[in-house]
């Protein structure tokens, strides 16, 4: 996956931790994105995302009101995905 542009704006980070032990971080951050284009191999064209917001910890990625085009398709996505940086 291949990031060509885009913009991500954080609003609020917050980091509990060793600071040479990233596995034992705790952390939160929220924001939104703005005109991101990822490049991937297991789509034919760009991903392009216009528009969303975030919020994300350790064990969850909370994502709501993302704007997304994949090849002809336009879509809406709000949603969260479990487990994402656990181990690693």
Do not use: H
């Amino acid at each position: 996956m291949k990031a060509k542009r885009g913009t991500i704006r954080l609003s609020e980070v917050k980091l509990k931790g060793p600071v040479l032990r990233p596995k034992n971080w705790k952390f939160q951050a929220a924001g939104d994105v703005m005109g991101i284009v990822v490049e991937t191999t297991f789509v034919l064209g760009p991903i392009t995302v216009s528009s969303g917001k975030f919020m994300a910890d350790p064990e969850r990625l909370y994502v709501s009101n993302v704007e997304a085009n994949v090849l002809d398709a336009s879509l809406c996505i709000s949603g969260t995905l479990l487990c994402l940086f656990i181990g690693a």
